[in-house]
């Protein structure tokens, strides 16, 4: 069975730094690209960064290009998502998604960890 | 980037009678090898997405039959033949043909 527990969710202060790390079991997580998907409370669903098995190539939403890092782990089973000089902006659920067997769709979302940036 | 219009914003509809969902692309979300990467979601209440419809029309697993996709380019529909109360929350279409991959606004459906 197909499991992916985030964790790292947290309230604090604009500016400061946080690392999400994503749990995934029960499938071969070297063969799938990972994503991270947010969604600000009662707003729409965010794609926010992406990574190839291999981490070869990642990709970032603009709006996080140059502060947030996504990085796995393939022989641990993590996925990370480093973020910097967190905004306001920022507060959000965030889902840890794998992806499906030609990497073009989410086929398997965590349950989100809530990461809220407030004064 | 690429914007996914989804009309209408919500819907009420009476258990056992069809819905229907429209999600408009800014740009035509047809790959050169042929495949299409439009997307469904749906978003139960207090519930993380899930998976309804890939490329345009193929169900995913354990998807009831009641859902069909369709359409092409830049237009694409769900259809729901028959609501049930399980089907109540958000349903999200989504691109992944270009980076950044998008999603639509949603569209919320309500049983009356």
């Known amino acids: 069975e197909v499991q992916l527990v985030e964790s790292g969710g947290a309230l604090l202060q604009p500016g400061k730094s946080l690392r999400l790390s994503c749990a995934a079991s029960g499938f071969k997580f070297d063969d799938f690209s990972m994503h991270w998907v947010r969604q600000p409370p009662g707003k729409a669903l965010e794609w926010v960064s992406g990574l190839l098995p291999t981490s070869a190539a990642s990709a970032y939403a603009d709006s996080v290009k140059g502060r947030f890092t996504i990085s796995r782990d393939n022989a641990n089973n993590f996925l990370h998502l480093d973020m910097l000089s967190l905004r306001p902006d920022d507060t959000a659920i965030y889902y840890c998604v794998k992806t499906g067997h030609t990497g073009f769709f989410f086929e398997f979302w965590g349950p989100g960890t809530l990461v809220t940036v407030s004064s | 980037d690429i914007v996914l219009t989804q009309t209408p914003v919500s819907l009420s509809v009476t258990p056992g009678q069809p819905a229907s969902i429209s999600c408009k692309s800014s740009?035509?979300?047809?790959?050169?090898?042929?495949?299409?990467?439009l997307y469904w979601y749906l978003q139960r209440p207090g519930r993380s997405p899930q998976l309804l419809i890939y490329e345009v029309s193929s169900r995913f697993s354990g998807v009831p039959d009641r859902f069909s996709g369709g359409g092409s380019g830049t237009e694409f529909t769900l259809k729901i033949s028959r609501v049930e109360a399980e089907d109540v929350g958000i349903y999200y279409c989504m691109q992944s043909i270009h980076v950044p991959w998008t999603f639509g606004q949603g569209t919320k459906v309500e049983i009356k």
């Open positions: 740009q035509s979300l047809r790959h050169y090898d042929g495949t299409t990467h």
